[in-house]
């Protein structure tokens, strides 16, 4: 059931939410990226997600007062850069909705109904120093010679996405701080206790919902062309999968000239399974093009043997997600990325020409691998 699903992995998502909202005259961001189920401190915590997290992604999230004016500063590590690092400011909050404006590709674009993007800025744009450190503003009046991102005088989301292909690369350092004014801010817990009982129902319902609605609806074994990120700076696909036994997913896509391109299955509510221990995700740097330099990969219970496999974690059905990011001079045209999606038995996949495959010592010594990686993504935060 989507609702008690939500109820065990949605909460801790909205509490992180709530404290955001409410320390809002003085921001702190909480970063995050691994949503799996875990031990910590002797503590059991379910898995926790929506809207199929990007694992390549390291983001970092909070909400500021859109009436007010903030500095933020950071440092990326020059001899180890990353795919794309992307900052974003948006009208509203996933909590506090403001409408995002009709237009006639609603329906096809992923973020419409969320909140109002008013501004993008990425690495391209950075004024990166030496020592890899950089400074903008958001908010208030711009400063000359220091680039700016605008806001509107309602609560507003800012975030950062840092793209990564290699996940041994660091997580970049990061800070905001308020300009305009000093705010002493006390954490009451009863208040965003009552916060999030309050908003809990509405976002049950919304991100249930979501999948239904995700670029306009993806029908059982059907497929969504890439539909362009509110800002232009990506592209995002989708396919949705039902497979009988003995058969696979496949589908076939090209990274075009995205400095990023990754794909990765979550469950039917869009809540990924434990990327680390698992193939459930794959990134252009992790997977092995085809001999006419296309991707396909294949979506199956059982290892086929293709070194593009995602493994479904024992689910026969479920939502896969593309991405295309980071293109020189911004996203202009989807032509190209994606070729093809089809369902076939494992035993034509084995007959599959051009498509690279694997024993089953390096898909053992690749999980291994996969396993330090991952988890080493934080060590240095």
């Known amino acids: 059931d989507a609702n008690f ?6 909460r801790a998502g909205l509490i992180f939410d709530e404290i955001n909202y409410a320390r809002r005259d003085d921001p702190q961001f909480v970063l995050g990226s691994d949503t799996a189920p875990r031990r910590w401190f002797g503590h059991t915590f379910a898995g926790n997600g929506k809207a ?25 590590d020059p001899a180890r850069p990353s795919a794309q690092l992307l900052f974003s400011v948006f009208a509203g909050t996933m909590t506090h909705p403001v409408k995002a404006k009709e237009t006639e590709d609603t329906k096809s674009n992923p973020d419409a109904g969320i909140f109002r993007n008013l501004g993008n800025l990425d690495d391209t744009q950075l004024p990166i120093a030496p020592d890899g450190s950089f400074r903008f503003l958001i908010g208030g009046e711009p400063e000359a010679g220091v680039l700016h991102l605008p806001t509107e005088p309602v609560p507003c989301s800012f975030g950062c996405r840092q793209m990564l292909l290699d996940w041994d690369t660091p997580p970049l350092r990061l800070e905001i701080r308020r300009l305009d004014k000093q705010v002493a801010v006390t954490d009451d817990v009863a208040a965003i206790k009552q916060a999030v009982l309050a908003d809990l129902p509405g976002v049950i319902g919304f991100w249930s919902n979501y999948p239904d609605v995700w670029l306009g609806g993806v029908k059982t074994n059907e497929w969504a062309p890439p539909g362009a990120r509110d ?3 990506g592209f995002i696909g989708g396919v949705n999968f039902r497979l009988e036994p003995g058969e696979a997913a496949v589908v076939t896509i090209h990274p075009g000239t995205a400095a990023y391109m990754g794909f990765q299955i979550t469950d039917c509510w869009m809540i990924a399974p434990d990327h680390g221990r698992n193939f459930t995700c794959l990134n252009r740097e992790q997977s092995v093009a085809d001999a006419d330099g296309r991707y396909t990969y294949v979506i199956s219970l059982v290892d086929p043997g ?11 059905e479920g939502m896969g997600l593309m991405r295309w990011q ?12 994606f070729h093809d999606f089809r369902i076939m038995s ?4 084995a007959q599959l020409a051009g498509v690279a495959r694997v024993t089953p010592e390096q898909r053992s010594r690749s999980i291994a691998a996969r396993k330090v990686s991952f988890f080493s993504r934080f060590s240095a935060v």
């Open 306 to 316: 293709t070194a593009n496999w995602l493994d479904t974690c024992g689910m026969n």
């Open 231 to 233: 800002g232009g700076w």
């Open 346 to 349: 494992l035993s034509d996949v």
């Open 52 to 76: 199929g997290d990007n694992p390549d992604a390291i983001y970092r999230s909070t909400v500021i007062d859109g009436a007010g004016r903030y500095e933020v500063t950071g440092q990326v």
């Open 5 to 10: 699903l939500w109820n065990l992995t949605g």
């Open 326 to 337: 980071g293109f020189p001079g911004g996203a202009s045209s989807n032509e190209g990325l």
